[in-house]
């Protein structure tokens, strides 16, 4: 009953959104640093939080440490899409889906063929030097061991947004545009924990507010359908 709703809201909507967090890439194998698990190793191994190991502070401070945390967890590259991401560029391509608001980093979006994403936290996939602004693929963190350095020996960083730091203002503005305008918001895969990311809900004024996730968010109440089913299993269930 919940998935004809679902698809009916889907076929009805001249404007849909859908904003993601964490919960469409783990069904593609890509762990969670935020989940228990992640925590645990990271304290077992580190000492520190994930929080800690990748805030601004400890970049600056400890950047050998950074990297060879963000080695091991977050640059994941031999994953595939989920049939969530397949799903949701298919809909894009049908001119049912206007935007893909994400909090992952992994790009499988763009993956499985979605275009317009707005990635509110960057992606693994840009890299800059801080000094000379050159730009890098993921090969070059990849390749590197210690701190990766540029040919004029400045620091290559990856373009993701740490801890202590702002999100992009354009992406984050056009995320709010889309939200604004959305007719239905789907959500899937996160607690809705992270902030500012999460606060665009309330710029959300439309027809349907729709909430996929195995656990429960601050928002269920304020839905107009709650799924606590694995992403991916719903998408599938939808014959997109």
């Known amino acids: 009953m919940k998935y004809s709703q679902l698809k009916q809201w889907i076929d009805e909507s001249e404007h849909t959104v859908f904003f993601g967090g964490a919960g469409v890439s783990t069904e593609s194998g890509i762990p969670d640093f935020r989940s228990e698990n992640g925590t645990f190793k990271a304290l077992e191994k580190y000492g520190r939080s994930p929080e800690t190991l990748l805030s601004r502070t400890y970049f600056d401070l400890r950047p050998e440490v950074f990297f060879e945390y963000y080695r091991e967890n977050l640059l994941v590259t ?12 298919k809909l894009e391509s049908m001119g ?4 893909v ?50 040919e004029c020996g400045g620091i290559i960083r990856p373009d993701v947004v740490l801890y ?23 959500v899937g895969g996160t607690s809705l924990a992270v902030y500012p990311a999460a606060g665009l809900l309330r710029y959300f004024h439309g027809d349907h507010l729709v909430l996929i996730n ?23 269930s939808l014959e997109i």
Do not use: W
Request: hydrophobic share 35%; net charge negative.
């Open 101 to 150: 608001i994400t909090q992952n980093i992994d790009g499988l979006h763009q993956k499985a063929g979605s275009t317009h994403v707005l990635e509110l936290h960057g992606s693994i996939s840009r890299n800059y030097c801080m000094k000379c602004g050159k730009t890098y693929g993921i090969e070059k963190i990849q390749e590197s061991t210690g701190v990766t350095r540029c």
């Open 96 to 99: 049912k889906l206007s935007a």
């Open 78 to 89: 031999d994953v595939q899409p989920n049939p969530a991401h397949y799903a949701l560029a």
């Open 214 to 236: 195995k656990s429960s968010t601050p928002f269920d109440m304020k839905a107009d359908l709650v799924i606590r089913e694995p992403i991916g299993e719903v998408f599938s």
């Open 164 to 186: 202590e730091e702002e999100l992009p203002l354009d992406v984050f503005e056009e995320a709010e545009s889309e939200v604004m305008n959305a007719s239905l918001l789907i």
